[in-house]
C-alpha cells in the first residue's frame, strides 16, 4: 500500500521561502501523477500544482502561479512544492496526494482524482 510523508512545514514571514517534501513508499513513485492541495482553517481543500509521472508538465492554481514550483525526483520518490514570497493567506494544511491512473503526460486538479494523500503539513505566514 503506498504511503505518503510530507515534510519541511512550519513558521514563516511574509516574503520567505520554504519548500515542502513529500516521500512516497509502497510503490513505483513514477506509476504517480503527483499533487499538492491545502486547505486553510474553515475553508475547503484547494488545488495548488501538479506535475505528471516523469515531471514533463506541470500546472497551478492561480493564486500560487509565479510564486510556487512543483517538481520531482523519480529516484529518491519524492515530491517537492517550492514556494516563495509567502503570503499570510498562504496559510494552511498542505497535502500531497498520488494519482495512479493518469497517463504519463497529464494529471487532475481534482482531489477527487488521487487514490493516496499524506498526512498533512502545516505552514502558517505571519509576521
Known amino acids: 500500500q503506498v504511503q505518503l510523508v510530507e515534510s519541511g512545514g512550519g513558521p514563516v514571514q511574509p516574503g520567505d521561502s520554504l519548500t515542502l517534501s513529500c516521500t512516497v513508499s509502497?510503490?513505483?513513485?513514477?506509476?504517480?501523477?503527483m499533487g499538492w492541495f491545502r486547505q486553510a482553517p474553515g475553508g475547503a481543500r484547494s488545488f495548488v500544482a501538479a506535475v505528471s509521472r516523469h515531471g514533463g508538465a506541470t500546472y497551478y492554481g492561480e493564486s500560487v502561479k509565479g510564486r510556487f514550483t512543483i517538481s520531482r525526483d523519480n529516484a529518491k520518490n519524492t515530491a517537492y512544492l517550492r514556494m516563495n514570497s509567502l503570503k499570510p493567506e498562504d496559510t494552511a494544511v498542505y497535502y500531497c496526494?498520488?494519482?495512479?491512473?493518469?497517463?504519463?503526460?497529464?494529471?487532475?486538479?481534482?482531489?477527487?482524482?488521487?487514490?493516496?494523500w499524506g498526512q498533512g503539513t502545516q505552514v502558517s505566514v505571519s509576521s
Open positions: 509502497g510503490g513505483t513513485f513514477s506509476d504517480y501523477a
Open positions: 496526494a498520488a494519482d495512479r491512473r493518469a497517463n504519463d503526460h497529464s494529471f487532475s486538479i481534482h482531489s477527487s482524482a488521487y487514490d493516496a
